[in-house]
Every structure is written in structure tokens, then in C-alpha cells.
């Protein structure tokens, strides 16, 4: 069977989401009730730095399309900022959608801190209060919806608290759930440890629950990578015949033979995992349908679309420049069309 990079297709210029005014990211898609597709992705606006803005700033979005391509038009603010008491209160990101059942469930990253927004023209970054704070304050939540228009049941805690002493002391971020038949969940998910009084580098844990709602349990002490080969992020998994399969951003390039290029990896049941016999799952380097041939600035946060059972469609956050989050002018959700991989050799 040929590999998913082997089966990328040409990207429709026009398809995905963007909005004017804001920074957009983190797209993930599901089939509603009414049939259309329907995007959740993080905006914040755009007088504020693209990185780190979202810290403060992100917001989590639904937009529609008639089509897996798109283009997507926004609709509404689906988890909005909600106060600073709340763990998720000045800032939900990264959102997944699943759907199960007759429910939606909405992994997502929340974040808060107690000071006031940056103003418009007014100085923020990496070094400003808000930023490390609402850093540090990174966890991993759900939402839950009878509809995919909502409305959405927020818990009042995280379902990914961090562990002290453990790999995943200072933030957990970036979920990436795998929901079974009978409600049971897998989920990967992003980890920082406390070094110091600074945060190490970013690994890769799993936990599971006997339903989705939790209680979440994370099943091993050490990254299911190593850390000193594995320098990953942006995880998506998903169930295979064989286990589970996995793909996820190669920071350095040293995996799949591009910097910011993806991973494909396989585990027999989510735990032990390895390198796919052809690791690379996608590419910074992008076809589109007007025949340009075009390597972006980002290519980040993949979300596969499965369709009776197979990958249809691989979206990815992006953005034009030459690469780094500060030289970027814009950023959006693109998608690119995935060909069948059935009855190929």
C-alpha cells in the first residue's frame, strides 16, 4: 500500500479557513448532524503577536462547508474566555473533535492568569507576566455537546492535570484523543517538565480512561518516545487493524528527513511505539491545484479526516513567510485531499 505521504493530492487554493483580522490555527473537522462539515479551530486577533499571542488570546471557533475542502465560513465562538477562576478561562486552543455516539466531544488546551489583556500597540512576549504564567497554566480539557452546534458542557477541571517529579510536571497540551466503540479512550498528548524554575522540552505521554469523560490515568512514567532521538510534536493517533498509528511534527528533521516535516509511527496498543517502515507522513512542501509547487512557512497541528474507515483528508494550521512564527504575515487552516489507499500494493 502506498504511504499517506505517497497519497497526498494537490491542495485547493480557495479550500480551508482564514479570517481577516485574526490569527488562525489548529483545524480539526467533523461530519454534523446537518450533514455539512464543520471546522473547530483557535483564532486570536491579530494586534497581538502571533506567537505567543494565542497564550492570551486563542479562542475556539466553529466554521462550516458544504465540503471536506472547504472554503470554511466562520459561524460562532464555541468555548469563549469565561474568567479568570476558571482553569480554561483566558484561553482554549487546540481544539479535536470527535464524534461518538449521539455526542460531540471537544478535547481541547485551556489556559488562565490573573492580569489584564494586552491592549492594541501595547509591548507583550515571551518574557511579559501573562505570557509565563498562562504557560505554565497549560492543561488538557473536554467539552461535551449533544449537537454540533452546541451548546457545550465545560468541566470545572482539567481531564490532564500535571504530575510532580514526572515528565509532564509543568503543562500537558496538544490532545490527541482515540475514542473506542464502547466509550474507553486513548489519548497522547503534549508534555513539558519543570527544569529549574524553566520548562524542558517537549515529549510525548498516553493516558487512558474506561470512558471518555475520565478519570484519565496516565500509563507510564517516561515519554513514549525517547527523549534523547525524539524531539516531537502535534501528535494525532489513530485505530488501525494492527493497533494504532500515529502521526506527528519531526522538529529537527532527524526522523523523517525534514525539519517540520511529519512522522508516521505504529504501536500494537499504544504504548510501545516505533517508526513507520516509510516514517514520513507529510511535508512542509506543498502542491496546490494551480500547479504551484510551494514550501510554507508552518506546516502544523495535522488533523486526518476518516471517511468509511479510511483518511480522506489531512488539515494543517500554516502560514506564509519564510518559516518562524515572527516573520509570518498570515496564518490559516489548510486541507489537503488524501487519494484511496485500497486495492493498491
Known amino acids: 500500500m502506498n504511504s499517506l505521504f505517497e497519497r497526498m493530492m494537490p491542495a485547493p487554493r480557495e479550500g480551508g479557513f482564514r479570517m481577516e483580522g485574526y490569527w488562525v490555527w489548529c483545524g480539526s473537522v467533523v461530519k454534523g448532524e446537518d450533514g455539512k462539515y464543520h471546522m473547530f479551530a483557535s483564532r486570536w486577533p491579530k494586534h497581538l ?39 480554561d478561562g483566558r484561553c482554549t486552543h487546540n481544539p479535536h473533535i470527535v464524534k461518538h455516539g449521539d455526542e460531540y466531544l471537544l478535547y481541547y488546551m485551556g ?48 481531564i490532564l492535570p500535571v504530575r510532580p517529579g514526572k515528565f509532564d510536571s509543568y503543562l500537558t497540551s496538544n490532545p490527541a484523543p482515540c475514542v473506542h466503540e464502547d466509550g474507553s479512550a486513548l489519548l ?11 520548562f524542558g522540552k517537549m515529549t510525548l505521554g498516553v493516558a487512558a480512561a474506561e470512558r471518555y469523560a475520565g478519570p484519565y490515568r496516565v500509563l507510564t512514567d517516561a515519554p513514549i518516545f525517547p527523549e534523547d532521538r525524539f524531539h516531537v510534536e502535534d501528535p494525532f493517533i489513530w485505530k488501525s487493524e494492527n493497533g494504532f498509528e500515529l502521526i506527528a511534527k519531526d522538529m529537527d528533521g532527524t526522523l523523517c528527513g525534514e525539519k517540520h516535516g511529519g512522522i508516521h509511527a505504529r504501536s500494537s ?56 512564527f515572527r516573520h509570518a504575515a498570515d496564518t490559516w487552516n489548510m486541507v489537503i485531499p488524501i487519494a484511496s489507499g485500497r486495492n493498491r500494493s
Not at 499571542?53 to 486563542?58: A, D, I, M, T
Not at 497522547?188 to 524553566?198: C, I, L
Open 188 to 198: 497522547v498528548y503534549k508534555a513539558r517538565r519543570y527544569e529549574g524554575r524553566s
Open 49 to 87: 503577536p502571533m506567537h505567543p499571542g494565542w497564550l492570551v488570546g486563542s479562542e475556539i471557533v466553529r466554521a462550516v462547508s458544504d465540503t471536506p475542502e472547504g472554503p470554511y465560513e466562520f459561524r460562532e465562538v464555541a468555548l469563549p474566555a469565561r474568567g479568570a477562576e476558571y482553569w
Open 111 to 158: 489556559s488562565t492568569h490573573p492580569f489584564p489583556d494586552p491592549e492594541p500597540g501595547e509591548g507583550y512576549g515571551l518574557e511579559d507576566p501573562r505570557c509565563i504564567v498562562a504557560r505554565s497554566n497549560k492543561r488538557v480539557g473536554l467539552a461535551v455537546a449533544k449537537s454540533v452546534l452546541g451548546p457545550w458542557r465545560r468541566a470545572d477541571a482539567p
Open 269 to 324: 496498543d499504544g504504548l510501545e511505539w516505533r517508526l513507520s517502515e516509510q516514517p514520513k507522513a507529510y511535508s512542509r512542501t506543498v502542491r496546490w491545484d494551480d500547479g504551484s509547487v510551494r514550501t510554507m512557512g508552518s506546516f502544523e497541528r495535522p488533523f486526518l479526516l476518516f471517511q468509511d474507515g479510511e483518511p480522506t483528508h489531512l488539515f494543517a494550521a500554516t502560514a506564509d513567510g519564510p518559516g518562524g
